[in-house]
Structures are given as C-alpha cells and as structure tokens.
C-alpha cells in the first residue's frame, strides 16, 4: 500500500496537519508502506536548542534526560520537543526500502536522515546511553523516512557522530555562503558551537581578506577554540540575551560600524535583538537558531525602527550536505576540532 508523500498517512492529531506541524504521528514500524524506508536507529543527535531545554528542565543528568526523551517519543511518536518545537536527526542503516522507491541506496547502507526528528515516525524500544557533551543519543530504535524525506549516506572518511554532528547544522555553512560578499563585516552569534564554527571559516572564505569577521562567544572554553582554529579576526566575549550591553560592546570592538551579515547559531532564546541591533541599515540577519521568535525578531526590529532583512534559517539546501562535510575536510584544524568534540 502507498503513503501520501509528504506522510499525512501517518498524522494521528490533528488529522490532515502535515507530520511537523501534527502532534503526534503513528510510529508502528511492523507495517512499512510500499514508498517508505524503514530504518535501524543506530544515534539521535538531539536540536541544541532542544537539549538545552531539557537540560535546563531535568537537570545535567543522563538517565534523566533519557527519561524525558522517552516521554516525549512516547507521547507523540516522535522525538519533537514540545517547547522548543525542534527535533534533530538520526543515523541508522536502511533496513527495508519500499517496493514503490527508487532511490540511490541499499538496504543495509548507513545513512543520515536530513529531515528533522520533530517529524519523523520513532519507535524508541530503548536508550542505551546519553552523551551529554555530544548532545547525542545511542539507542535501539526503527525510524520511518517518508517518500520525499531527504537522506545522506554517511561518508567512510570520520566517525559516525563526527558526521552526524557536522550533517545536524549542515543548512547553515551553505546558507552564510550564499550571504556574504567580498570585503563584508560578518557578526556570528554563537561563534564557539557546532555551526558557529562552520558558519566563521565560511564566513571568512567567503568575506575573503578586506572582509572581517567577529565570532560572538559566552565561555572561556569557546574562545580558546575559536582563537586556535584562526578563522576569525576578531572574538567577543557577551551574552547575546543582553542586547544593549553586546550591541555596545560589539560597536566598540567594529571601531563604531555594525555589520553587513549578522548571523545567529545560539542555543538559547531571547537573542533576537542583539542581531538585529549589531545589523546595519539594510543589511542581513540570518536567523539559524531554533530558538528564535519570529515575533519577537519582527516586533523588535518595528520597535527601534531598523529596516534590516531577516532570514530563516531552512534546514535544507540544496547540497548543504556535501557542502559541510567539504569544509571540515578542507580545514584540517576544523577537522581535529570535531574529532576531538564529537569524535
Ligand atoms: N535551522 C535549522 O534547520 C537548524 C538545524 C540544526 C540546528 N539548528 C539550531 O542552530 C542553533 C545552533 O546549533 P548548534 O548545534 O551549532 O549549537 P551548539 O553547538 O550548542 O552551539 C550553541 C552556541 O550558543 C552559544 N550561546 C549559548 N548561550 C549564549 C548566550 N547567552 N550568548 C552568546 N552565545 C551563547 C554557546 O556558547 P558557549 O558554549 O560559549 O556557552 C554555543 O557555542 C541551535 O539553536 C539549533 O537549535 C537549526
């Protein structure tokens, strides 16, 4: 029997809404339509957004984050957090691929699924462990990818969780390629993360050298990491929930200029204004971060009178996968960083 492409076969509540947006999905992988791919669940790599928020709920504990983790696929058939509404990605090995498909894998082949988990049919029989630094989760799981979810076979060249660490963020090193220009100031909010790394060596390729670009820290941890990976000119160390105070220090550190490329890859909320008020007049912010509010971002901007474009950050480009994967592997200082990290 086929599904409906998009998986609408699949909403339980409320019926019609697409998988994403529903609130809960069937995640009963005993039956497998003929243009579906049934997967064995090796890692979740949870949203950092998401993982903050359950951090910050149940504490820095392993087996209650996994608790919560459950609770939440239990309650909607999939892992979408309901108060950050992000999900993550998974990898696994296909383990049946409906007659109806024809697709460039086998079954057997490990892959990345490069649609989000906040919309992906789960069946989470167990969690085997919690990395907490990682942000991953080990478990025995079967995932239902729909006809026209995307997928990645993982490279050979690195680890399984340094891909899928890399392969989580992949829409945004593509997404600041296509944003900056030649000679352009470049703001990257959330420097120190996964994508915040991504997003300054890009940055810097791409504003070339009569550009500059200024990483935005919050720890001591991010800022040697930053400084050793030489792909920014400048660091500054604030917390972007405080919008005045960054903006303040963010002028000092620019010789009084704002940026042309803001670009925000923070894991927390409430940082909408420091982008917008480190943007020049007509420049562009690049909203990346599950945790922004588009009304506090459009509000905000109405509110002190600044005529910026604002971006959302998609999860998908076309190629942003390869594109990732290129970069790490054409830095070798990147490359050690994400070994070291998530390797
Ligand atoms: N749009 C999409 O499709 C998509 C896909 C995947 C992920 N995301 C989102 O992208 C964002 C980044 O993800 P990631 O995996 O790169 O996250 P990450 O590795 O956890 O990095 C997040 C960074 O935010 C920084 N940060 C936290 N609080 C801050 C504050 N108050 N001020 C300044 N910086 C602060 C952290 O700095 P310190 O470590 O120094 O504290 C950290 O380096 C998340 O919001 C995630 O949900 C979006």
Redesign the pocket.
Known sequence: MRGDPFGLHRVIEPKGKLPQPAWKVDNDTSKVYDNEILIDVIKLNI??????QIKNEVGKDEKKIAEKIMQIVKERGKMHNPV?G?G?MLIGKIKKIGKDLKIDANEGDKIATLV?LSLTPLNLKKIAKVHIDK?QVDVEAEAILFETGVFAKLPDDMPESVALAIL??A??PIQTARLVSPGDTVLI????????VLCCYVAKKYAGPTGTVIG????E??IQELTELGVVDKIIV????DAVGTYEKFLKVNDGKLADVVIN????PD?EMTSVMCTRERGKVYF????TSFTKAALGAEGIGKDVDMII????ATDHAEFALEIVRENEKLYNLFMKKYG
Request: charged share 15%.
């Open positions: 949203d950092a957004a998401s993982f903050t950050t992000s993550g989000s942000e989580d963020v829409g945004a909010i959330g420097a120190g993360g996964k994508s915040g935005l820290v919050h720890s941890r991010s604030a917390d972007a929930q890859v923070v894991n927390v940082t990346f971060s599950m945790a950050g998609n999860g998908y």
